[in-house]
């Protein structure tokens, strides 16, 4: 049974950094591609960044582009997104997805909020 786990969300005023951690398990993590994506209340999920599975291919999002970093861990099967100079429009539900072709696998979500 695959299990995606993220954690590291929370409260951070503007111009602060959080950094978020995802934990997967029940699959052959170094064979799968990771996205972080997020949702903020009443819009669509988007993709905020994306590492390839052996991590030697990051692909971000413009408008974190420069701000926020991807990574992974395979040996610890985790996937990271710190995130810098936080704004309030990054304020959103942060999910871990797995994938490989077309089968893939969603984490709960972890909520980032940016307020003052």
């Known amino acids: 049974q695959v299990q995606i786990v993220e954690s590291g969300g929370g409260l951070v005023q503007p111009g602060g950094s959080l950094r978020l951690s995802c934990v997967v398990s029940?699959?052959?993590?170094?064979?799968?591609?990771m996205r972080w994506y997020r949702q903020a209340p009443g819009k669509e999920r988007e993709m905020v960044a994306e590492?390839?599975?052996?991590?030697?291919?990051?692909t971000y999002d413009g408008s974190v582009k420069g701000r926020f970093t991807i990574s992974r861990d395979n040996a610890k099967n985790s996937v990271f997104l710190q995130m810098t100079s936080l704004k309030p429009e990054d304020t959103a539900v942060y999910f871990c997805?797995?994938?490989?072709?077309?089968?893939?696998?969603w984490g709960q979500g972890t909520q980032v909020t940016v307020s003052s």
């Open positions: 997805y797995a994938y490989i072709g077309l089968d893939g696998y």
């Open positions: 029940g699959l052959i993590f170094n064979k799968y591609a």
């Open positions: 590492i390839t599975s052996v991590g030697d291919g990051k």
